[in-house]
């Protein structure tokens, strides 16, 4: 069973930097791709970062210069370093890896306060 867990969330005020990670079990084969996305509260979940298996990475627009995803293949592991974090980026990151189908993680908090 493909498991995702988070990690690295928390409060942090504007300005700051905060480095999440996201380690996958479960896994059996090769796998397209590792990500994050992020939803805040009333908003539609939104794409963050995305590394491809041949490491090719895409930004949503609004975190463009200020975060970066990096991975670990042997590790099966994906980071996401955040910095100049606003309060507009406060929301439940959530790790994601697609196969032959999507799998996501629980969630972990990132809180910027202004």
């Known amino acids: 069973q493909v498991q995702l867990v988070e990690s690295g969330g928390g409060l942090v005020q504007a300005g700051g930097s905060l480095r999440l990670s996201c380690v996958a079990s479960?896994?059996?084969?090769?796998?397209?791709?590792m990500g994050w996305y992020r939803q805040a509260p009333g908003k539609q979940r939104e794409l963050v970062a995305i590394?491809?298996?041949?490491?090719?990475?895409n930004y949503g627009d609004s975190v463009k210069g200020r975060f970066t995803i990096s991975r670990d293949k042997a590790k099966i592991t994906v980071y996401l370093q955040m910095n100049s974090l606003k309060a507009e980026d406060t929301a439940v990151y959530f790790c994601t890896l697609r196969s032959f189908k999507v799998y996501w993680g629980q969630g972990t908090q990132v809180t910027v306060s202004s």
């Open positions: 590394i491809t298996n041949v490491g090719i990475t």
């Open positions: 479960g896994i059996i084969g090769s796998f397209d791709s």
